[in-house]
């Protein structure tokens, strides 16, 4: 044994390197405690943009080819004074056994975020995620971090002063073009002109690279208050719905400028008592809708952009089992549905197989995003994608 393991010490610095490139990091950090030359050159491995970059290519094939997803969802547990505690579950998709009935197959456990005790009130703040790294953001604190590596920083202060200023959304998304990493806030201050009322949008953009907030030219106002829905990350750009004006704003991270587009008409005939719900399906910008009056969601529609303002409707799901409403879709075109406050359903719409989890009592769990562990990190200096 101790002839074998010297012999694989013995390999060539490079054919360490690929075979690191494809080890998860948190393993990979584990295997610095093998030897002093693994640790000297993991170390110095994920300190390389190069290798970082390598290592984050090798993980979204791993992704890609992967027959499972890790979800995060932060659940508040009302026993324990409203605790914050964060769940990630690993989900296979299409796992059946022999009778051709789908397996309970999903690991639920701790979601350990970097110590940011005192910096921000997680059930309160706006998380979304990129690359590994989750952006933690309320009214007036900002965070960066990557549970894998441990890493977390504070971002500066927003250039928009936050008097009368009421945010909307924060969002982090990648820019291949610039290789940058981006987070975008926006929202709205309220204007009285003339005795009538209206909202100007606002948006500021932080960039890693620069460590430094700019004010982005936005000309869109609204007439009344405005509430966004979750927004989503598609082919470079985000996108919200302005609920209350049937409205799709869009930020694209390459030319940094926003864009809004009214939903056509043909999708708010007779659907007045329906809500609208952005998703991702296929790498297109598509529509959950849904009734809003029942209890229980018995039809959904799924519509597509068939280009920069059409909407063609592609399907429609009938759960067989009682769902509250669609969340999002995944791998394999399964759909991650909330059934009630604990429970959830992944549906696939094409075997019609479905598989349940739920949550301990006393939580309200909330699906927050997909997650995938990287080596990137959060101070900027090793984010390259290129």
């Known amino acids: 044994m101790t002839l074998w393991i010297q012999r694989w010490c013995d390999l060539p ?119 590994g790294i989750i952006c933690l953001a309320n009214y007036k604190t900002l965070v960066l971090c990557n549970p894998a590596i441990n890493e977390s920083r504070i971002l500066p202060k927003p250039c928009i002063e936050r008097r009368g200023f009421v945010s909307l959304g924060v969002v982090l998304g990648y820019d291949s073009r610039a290789n940058d990493y981006k987070v975008v806030r926006f929202g709205h201050n309220r204007l009285i002109r003339d005795q009538s009322e209206s909202f100007k949008i606002r948006a500021e953009v932080y960039s890693l690279r620069s460590d430094s907030w700019k004010e982005i030219r936005v000309q869109l106002e609204l007439d009344c208050y405005p509430h966004a829905g979750k927004g989503i990350f598609c082919k470079g750009a985000f996108y919200w719905h302005l609920q209350t004006h049937n409205t799709i704003v869009s930020f694209n991270m390459f030319d940094e400028v926003f864009r809004s587009a009214l939903l056509p008409n043909n999708l708010l005939v007779e659907r007045r008592d329906h809500l609208i719900q952005l998703t991702v399906w296929n790498e297109s910008v598509a529509l959950f809708i849904f009734p809003q009056i029942e209890a229980v969601t018995k039809c959904i529609e799924v519509w597509v952009t068939d280009g920069p303002c059409s909407w063609i409707k592609k399907l429609t799901i009938r759960p067989p089992v009682d769902v509250a409403f669609p969340v999002a879709f995944l791998k394999n075109d399964e759909v991650l549905m909330k059934a009630n406050r604990r429970r959830f359903v992944l549906y696939n719409i094409h075997s019609q197989m479905l598989s349940e989890f739920t949550f301990a009592e006393n939580t309200a769990p909330d699906w927050d995003f997909s997650y995938v562990r990287s080596l990137v990190s959060v101070q900027g200096g090793n984010q390259s994608r290129s």
Do not use: M
């Open 13 to 131: 610095e490079e054919v360490w390197t690929e075979i690191f490139s494809w080890v998860p990091p948190d393993s990979l950090i584990r295997s610095k405690c093998v030897s002093k030359s693994w640790y000297s050159l993991i170390n110095s491995l994920i300190k390389s943009p190069d290798f970082v970059n390598k290592h984050l290519r090798n993980i979204d094939k791993n992704v890609l080819s992967s027959t499972s997803t890790c979800l995060v969802f932060c659940c508040v547990s009302f026993a324990c004074g409203w605790q914050d505690l964060y769940k990630s579950v690993t989900v296979l998709h299409d796992h059946h056994n022999s009778k051709g009935n789908r397996r309970e197959e999903h690991n639920c456990e701790d979601f350990r975020l970097p110590n940011l005790s005192g910096k921000l009130n997680l059930a309160l703040a706006n998380r979304s995620h990129c690359d």
